[in-house]
């Protein structure tokens, strides 16, 4: 028994300090633009070190490289436009989608319509997000 306490003791204190790693990162909430890019990067390999996992670190790494050398911030906050704007097109399609239903009149179809576009609402307004930070 008292093995038992002391492999479960072990667990635990296992799994206290790895995920101290990943509670310790940096609040990038107040970064704008590449900096706050880079800075949720080096959150994400500060949390597959602490998971050991040494793959996704390497390519987490090998991201933020390529992020440091490409990003601007005025490039960033073009793709972040073009993105809400693909988004907004995307809601108005869906909302055409389901007037197209609600005219057919059958129900399944209503339903899945408006499935649809809550979901395309839902990826604009993580775009919206984005777009300001």
Avoid: H, W
């Amino acid at each position: 028994m008292p093995a038992l306490i002391k492999s479960l003791t072990a667990a635990a204190a296992c799994a206290l300090f790895g995920a101290l790693p990943a509670q310790a990162a940096a609040d990038c909430s107040a970064q704008r633009g590449c900096a706050a890019k880079f800075c949720q990067i080096e959150n994400d390999i500060a949390a597959a070190q602490a998971q050991n996992n040494s793959r996704r670190e390497a390519g987490l790494r090998k991201a933020l490289a390529e992020a440091k050398a490409n990003c601007t911030d005025s490039r960033l906050q073009s793709q972040r436009e073009a993105d809400v704007r693909e988004k907004q097109s995307k809601v108005a399609e869906r909302q055409q989608e389901l007037k197209e239903a609600r005219a057919k009149g059958k129900q399944d179809k209503i339903d899945k319509a408006q499935r649809k576009l809550q979901e395309a609402q839902a990826e604009y307004d993580a775009a919206l997000a984005d777009l300001n930070r």
